[in-house]
């Protein structure tokens, strides 16, 4: 396993569009983390698993945004009517309970 | 959201200086750990240390971390150029999410 890959590793979408990302992550790892990252910023958490069970999801995520995580292997999160804010990048993580988290490289959207 | 909060927003150095970056947090966490970015690209862990550890060591890097005060610092012991990156302090609270700070960025001048 080379760790947590992330793909599309770019998106170029028209404002309205739906999008979707996908996420592979260490295949031991019971956690799984979406974030979003915007220039200068540090990451956003998003949502994240445990195992399939999505624990949590922020409460600054729109009803736009929806993540699965079907049997416990790889997520996906689709953005539906994307809008300009909604350019950034995205990024997957995994990790063990209570370890250290694995990035992938991200996914970098933008909303035209 | 976002937990933590690292000092200085932005720091430069000299090649061989020491660089020491701090985090505060506001609520209870199992673990803090650090990441460093490089521009452009994911995040790779750096160390991880625990809510009942005081202090940790990796080659240059040294962590403190003191929950009384909610803060950890991170020092990087004789830069190089190569340490020129964003470092980010992420809180692991009791749900166990992952929460982190705005960075620190740092440029090593060679």
């Known amino acids: 396993d080379t760790g947590v890959s992330q793909d599309p590793r770019h998106k170029i979408t028209k404002r309205g569009q739906n999008v979707t990302f996908r996420c592979d992550p260490i295949?031991?790892?019971?956690?799984l983390y979406w974030y979003r990252q915007t220039l200068g910023q540090g990451p956003e958490f998003l949502t994240y698993?445990?195992?399939?069970?999505?624990?949590?999801k922020s409460r600054l995520l729109s009803d736009r945004f929806s993540a699965e995580r079907p049997k416990g292997s790889f997520s996906t999160l689709e953005i539906q009517r994307t809008e300009q804010g909604d350019s950034a990048m995205y990024l997957c993580?995994?990790?063990?309970?209570?370890?250290?988290?694995?990035f992938g490289q991200g996914t970098r959207l933008t909303v035209v | 959201s976002q937990q933590g909060e690292e000092d200085p927003q932005a720091l430069s150095i000299q090649e061989g200086e020491n660089a020491t970056m701090n985090c505060s947090y506001k609520?209870?966490?199992?673990?803090l750990q650090w990441y460093r970015q490089n521009s452009g690209r994911g995040l790779v862990h750096l160390i991880l240390?625990?809510?009942?550890?005081r202090e940790k060591h990796s080659g240059r890097l040294r962590v403190t971390l003191d929950t009384s005060k909610k803060s950890s610092s991170l020092l990087i012991t004789a830069s190089r150029a190569a340490d020129t990156a964003s470092y980010f302090c992420?809180?692991?609270?009791?749900?166990?999410?992952?929460?982190f700070g705005t960075g620190t960025r740092l440029t090593v001048i060679p």
């Open positions: 993580a995994s990790s063990w309970s209570g370890a250290e988290a694995f």
């Open positions: 295949s031991e790892h019971n956690r």
């Open positions: 698993f445990q195992n399939e069970a999505q624990l949590e």
């Open positions: 609520t209870s966490i199992n673990n």
């Open positions: 240390i625990r809510s009942n550890e």
């Open positions: 992420a809180t692991a609270e009791e749900a166990n999410n992952l929460f």
